[in-house]
Every structure is written in C-alpha cells, then in structure tokens.
C-alpha cells in the first residue's frame, strides 16, 4: 500500500519546479568554471524527495537555489508555474548544524519566524507551543540549546521550520551530525508527522549522502554525478511505509543505487582525459579528489587480501563507512590506474598488485610513475619546475593556473592535494614556511 | 528563568535583607538626583575654564562623579557609533573598502594631539556655558575609546556563521530583527571585553583631558585628574593619597558591579554547542544575586521595547510588501550615494590642501627635527616594549602555569592594571625630578605603566592555554632549564606576546605624549622626543608644528604595524598556532 502517490500524474502542477538552472563561476580571464550544469527539477505535492550524492558535488547549492538563498547563474526557477516575484516562497530549511540561535531559548527559538512574519505575541505562543508539542520538546521551552543534546537540537530545528507552516520542508543532511541511533529515532518521527498528517507540508525535499537513509524515507530519490554536478539517475521508490531495511526490494535497490553511485562511465572519463590530454599548458584540468596516498594503500592492500576483487557496497559496510568518505579514495586509485571499477565490483589492477605488495620504496616508485602518467597537474608542475635553473616555484604560480579551471576554494585545495601527492611521489619538496616548491633531484 | 537571588535564604533574614536593599536603592536613586542636579548646574553655568580645583577630601565625591559621568558618556557615544561604524562596514561592500583601512589608521593617531582643536572648536560654538569644554573633553576620550571597539563588532559580524545568516534570511527576518537577535548577541562577548579596555583607556586619557593649558589658556574641569594633578603640582602628599585611593575604589566598585555581572551574563551568548563546566567566579555577585541592576534594567525595559520595535517593523515591512510588490529604489540610493561620495571628497581635497599649505611654512631644518625626535620616541617606545617582555614573561609563565600563584596574583595584577599610568605619573615624577636623568626614567616608566599589562595578560593566557601532554613531552625528554624554554615555552606562547605587543606598542606611541612633556609645580618638564613636540606644540599653539608631528607619528606607528607586527602576526598564527 502506498502511503502517498510517488509518481504524479501528469495534471499535476509542482510546487518548486527549477529550468535549465545551473551555476558557474566566471574567471577574470572570461572562462567559466562550471559548479552544476543545466539542471531540470520538480518538487510535487504528497512526495519525499530525496537528493544523493556524494559530499562537495553541489547538492547543497542545488538545495540553496531552490529556495531562493543562492541566486542561480542562469536558469529560472517556478513557484506553481509562476516565476517568484516579490514575497519569497514560504519554504523553510533544516540545517545540517541546526543553525539555532543560542543566545536564545528553544522557544524563542521557534517564535523567531513568526515574529519576522509580524504575529502578535499571544498567536506566537500558541502556534510555537503546539509545534513545539509536535516534535516531542515538551518541558524544554525555557532551555537554552546548549542544555540539549544533538537530536533534541534539531528537534527545534524541526520545530522552528515546521512553525511557519511551509509548503515545502528543505532538509539539507539534517541527521548527519547525529549518532546513528539518534538519527534513527528522528528519522521515525519525520515519518510519523508526515504520513499521520500531523503538519501541513505539502512536500520534503532532503539532501543527504547517506543511501540508506534516502531509500527508508523518500518516495523519489535523484542521483546527482559530479564535475559539474547533474543528474545521474533518478528513482521511484515504490515500498509502503514503514519499510523493512531486511526486505529483498530494500536491499535491491541500495545496491542499485550503489552501482550507480560507483558508475565506472564517469571515471573512465577521467582516465581518458588524463591520457590524452597533453602538457600544454591551456589543457583541461581534471578534478583531484582530496585524499592521501595512504588511505589509498590501505583500500589497495584490502582489495588485494580479499582476492582482487570486493562488492564496494559490502566493503563500506565491512569498514562502517558511508559511501562519501569510501568514493574519493576509490577515485584515486582509479585515477592512477591501480584500480577498476565494474558493476560495483572493485578490481585490483596488475599495477595495484604490485603497490599493494611493495615495501615503501616500491610503492612510492609506483605511485610516482602513474602520478606522471595520469594526472596531468603534476606533470605539468613537474615540467615548470624542470624549466627552472633554480629547480625552484612558488605555490602561487600554480595556484594562478589552477584559478583559471577553479573557484578560488576549490583551486586551494586543488593545490594542497596536489602537493600531498607530489611529496609522498617525491616529485617535489615543499616549504610551507616559504610556499617553494623545489624539485627532487633523484 | 533565574531564580530569585533570596530564595535560598531564611525567611527571618530574607526580610532583612529585602529591607536593607530597599534602603540602598532610596539612597542610590537620592544620590542620582542629587548628581544630575550638580551636573546640571555646573555644566550649564557660566564657563569657568579655569575651575580652582579643590584639595579637600570632601570635594572627592564630587569630583569622582563628574569623572564617572564623562567617561560614561563618552563610552555611551563610542558604543553607538562604532555599533554604526561597524555594521556600516560589515554590510556594504562598497563602505567596506573605505572604512576598515580608515579605521587602521584612526586607531594610529594619537588621541592627545586632536585635543587643542577639539577644545579650541567646542570653546567656540558654545562659549558662555561650561559644556563646551566639558564636551570637548567627552569627545577626546570618545577618540581614544571608539576605534578597537568598532573593530571588534565589525570582524564579529564578518565572522557571523553561514546557516546562521541563512536560517534568519529563510525565515525572513527583517534588517532589525536580524540586528538584535542575530548580529548584536553574536558580537557581544567581544563588544564586552572591548568595552572593558575601552574604558580603561578612558580613565587613562581622562587625567590628561582634564587639565591642559592650551595657548594662552588654560583649561581646568573639576574630576579625579585634576585634583590628583593638581595635588602633585603642590607636592601634596595627602591629597595624592586621598586621590588615588578614591580612583582606586571606583575602579573596583566599577569592575564588581558593572563589569563582572556583565561578564557572567555575556556567557550566554558565547556561541557554542556544548555548556562549559567552568563558569567566571564572582564573590561580590553572589552577594547582590545573579544580576545587577544593568541587566535587570536590559530584562525589564530593554528587552520588551526591542521585541516590540521588532513586532512593528516586521509589520510594517509586510504592509509595504503587500503594497509594493517590487519595490524599486535602486536608483536615487546610487545617486544619494554619488552625491555623498562627491561631497565627501571636495571636503577632503579642501582640508588637504589647508594642510599642506599650514605645513609649507615649515623649514626643511624643521623637518629634520621632527623625524630626529621621532627616532627619540622610537628608542624610548621600544625600550619600554622590551623592559616590559623583559618582566612579564618571566611573570606571565610563572603565573600561567601555576594555579595556586594565579589565584593570588591575577587579580592583583587586575588591579594594578586597572589604575591608569597618568593617575600615578605626579606620583612618580615626585620621585625621579631631583634624580639626574630623572624624566627619562619618568617618561620610560609612565609608557611601562601604561602598556605592560597588556603583554603581562596575554602571556597568562599563552602560558595557560600550554596542553600538559607537551609539558610531559618536555619533560619526558629531559627538557631543562634554557631547552625547555626554547623548545617549549616561548614557541606556545609566541602568538600570545606577539598579541599583547601589538597593543602595547600602539599604547605607548600614545603615552609618549603625556610622558615625555608635563606641566609639574608651576614649571613645564620635558624631554626630548616626538611627543613633548606634540605636546609643546599644542601648548603654544603651533598648529603647523603640531599638525606635522602628528602625521609623522600616526605614519610611523601605521608604517610599524604593518611592517614588523603584522608580519608577525601573521608568522605567529601559521606556525605557532597549536591546533589540536
């Protein structure tokens, strides 16, 4: 039995509906950097719509355009079939970090909107009372948010945003900075408010990167891919509440979303544009995921134990890891070759082998020819520095390079990871006390 | 909500209590009428610049009075202006480029040298009544309170966190509301630490405010500074002691009943997760309840009149969206702006140009004298900035590591801290006028007073915030003697002096006006040295002199800062910044 209809019918107007919006970043020099592509999204009545991705892919930004906090670079976005003029949506947000204001009682806290929005103070309380009521915080009115613990927080959290009676609930990875069974509890009683019809939301849209916390509540799940962000995949979950994390169908799709997570089409991409792509100096930068060559030798080293070849999706869980902090290493040693992914599967590559057997000096030698070999920004840094008589760059040099492909944000940590690696491939020595980097004569 | 402060008494003694407090708040509410009545009169009495200041003891009450009133007001000023000036930059990127390298600099000018115009302006639009001069004196210490904290409120906003600003834009609160209850709680604690060196610093230029010759004139406003200097002048050592006592008992009385209940209170708005254990330990508030009566005013009237001007703009803001759906004022702001922006700079243009041609009479051979009593300053400054690390390292540690020594010796090193240097400088040129070099001593002496506090505090807290797992590293590999302070201790604490350097030198480029030049029994003392040529110059109304001198300082402590100590600064907090 469905509890709400999960696929609208086509009569149906959205909520939020957002065209062709997408973001980018335009350079002094007139290129642009692209955060997310041209992306078409619906919000409809009566649905959980649940956004995933792994972290730094633009989701955030995504959820921040829709709402009306972050201007889009082009596209437009629709409020009932209207471009929003004047008054904002009534939409609230959960915040990840709660975002209470401390300073003041919880509430205080959840009379805040209400008294934006110019009711007088015995309608507040009334209001903030029943809400307050609602979400289980009853008897903590008067406390102050640092008395409470994590969940009780972003009960207010909850609470403040539930208050102002919105159309649409955003939920920007609410229980993330919850234990996990604390998120579990809270994740019970959203439900519980939503399919008892005990608030009058019409629609929640959640951000998340947690898999299996967007199959147990959403009615539609979208995959967002990265470099630019876009979307990668988009599915109905179609199981009656509450559902069964054992049940075969729950399973099922968790692996399927995992595959999709894992999707080697992205990551050969990488690979091919780091082999053809020469060291010309106005070439396409590739993305470096922000890891260090040691946790990659570790995943190397239980891929080779475990036969050459392990279930991503089983690894994770076997390490009590959540797909965002497994991906980034996995993308490195796809990126340098050591690695395959196929169907989910990762398969250790000859070169892996090797590196996976190989004292310290080995696998440095390793990591330092397919360094070369793969990622065209260390090749270039190490042709610049061979260009010089002194051996010797300043950062900021290859920080202006990065900039041009880059936000300034991203382009600084470009550069950080970029270092880490050329250091432990002992490419180049870096004084951080002087920002030089000086080339490793071997 | 708080507990009444009583209710843990018995009932017989709550009875006595509550009467005796009712006795207190009649005499201190006669006591304030009283004042506002002496105030009143002699502030709107005929001028009397030239006061005769009384050596009774009798006359102290008095006289602490109007000190407190001007400190008051000028603090009162300074706050809301620098809440503008702040908020202004904060929230105007445009403003921004202008106002915070403006601030830098305004920070850098010596308080002491805008004293002859100040005067000599205020004299002027209000000649016949005392006011003028007592607002000329407002509105120097005002100068010399304002800067750091309109710096601190501006970086506090800067640092507002993002899901903050984004959960009050969400739910659509409106400029003020987002004003006082997202920007004002998160700036308090600094505004409070702020306010309370602010305020120091305002006794500090309050003994020079109040008495100064000027000219030909000589200005004289009954308070605590001119009755200390006025007793040193005479050498009288009994009126000396009955002075200082009564500052020093004002002081105290100031810090446990404004400032510590205003600290216990701020803690509120510290912005953190977690409630911390340890809590700041007041023996006085645990004596007049949980809140005195500046935050019961806040509970009582303040908070309700916030609240409902929240109310009615948040109303008013949804009747003007309904009226105006797209609202469209861009343009005559950008034009008000231009016109603003013109005006500002012909203003600046006119007064440069006045400056330079009041400058133009002045030799090369003026010039050179000028920047040789520079260089004199600077040895003197940087003596003194050395003298005092010298001392209050050493100290600093001790007390920081140590916590049986720092419950006796900070607040006692607070309370020294708190008696402004010009206070006791009479006293101290008593000393050392006979001695041979005596003024130099004096003047040396008066910029230690002044500024070694800041550098003593902040080594405290460097050498407290020292994580005992390296202690125990150190000793573990036999760290002794010089090895432990090289390896361990002064690296830690690098950031921390470096911090308190940085104030102190600033402070005592300031000092040097009052140390180095000083009217003292009938006679002028002074040695040679940017600030006695500052004071001189003001003292016999050579505005050239004293317009060249005081660029020349506020370019070298600008120059200074951003040579030497920001580059410290910012060696300090990459390298020796311990993250944990």
Redesign the interface.
Known sequence: MLARMSTPATAVVPIIEVRQIEKFYTQPDGSRVQVIAPTDLAIYPGQILALLGPSGCGKSTLL?MM?G?APASAGSVLWHGQPV????PN???V???F?L????TVLENVE??L????F??IERHRRALRIIDAVGLDGFE?A????LSGGM?QRVGVA?ALV?EPEVLFMDEPFSALDVLTAETLRGELLELWLGHKIPTRAIFIVTHNIEEAVVLADRIIVLGKNPAHIHADFNVEMAQPRDRKAPRFLELVDAIYRVLTHPGLRHDLVEAALTTGPAVQHRQIMLPHTRPGGMAGLLEIVADQGGRVDLHRLADDLSLEVDALLPTVDTAVLLGLLRVEEGDAIITPEGQEFARGDIQTRKKIFRNAALAHVPLLRQMEQSLKAKSDRTLPDEFFRDLLDEHFSDDEARRQLETAIQWGRYAEIFDYDA?TGKLTLTEV | MLLPPTAARPAGARWAWAFLIDIAVFLFVFAAIYGVYAIGRSWLGPAVPQAQISQSPRALPLYALYSLVRISLAYGLSLVFALGYGYLAASSRRAEVVLVPLLDILQSIPVLSFLPGVMLAMVALIPHRQIGVELGSILLIFTGQVWNIAFSFYSSLKSVPRELKEAARIYRFGRWQRFVELDLPFATIGLVWNSMMSVAGGWFFLMACEMFVLGDRDFRLPGLGSFLQTAASNGNTRAIVWGLSAMITLIVLLDQLVWRPIIVWADKFKFEQVESTSATPNTFLNLIGRASLVIRGYRLVLRPVLHSLTLTFAIGARRAAERLPTPNKQSPRRWLLGIFAATVMVGLGFAVFHAVREMSDLHRKDYFGLLRSAGLTFVRVNAALLIGALWTVPAGVAIGSNPRLARVAQPLAQLAASIPATALFPVILLFFIHLRGGLEIAAMSLMLLGTQWYILFNVIAGAMAIPSDLKEAAQIFGFGGWERWRRLILPAIFPYLVTGMVTASGGAWNASIVAEYFHFQGRIVSTAGLGSTISRASDSGRFDVLLASTLIMATVVVLINRLVWRRLYRLASSRFKLET
Request: glycine residues 6%.
């Open positions: 921040r709402t906090l003029r004047g008054e904002d939409v609230a947000i915040f990840q970090s975002a204001f401390p300073w003041l805040a909107p008294e934006a929005r110019g007088p103070s008067s102050y948010p640092k008395e927080k403040r102002v006390a």
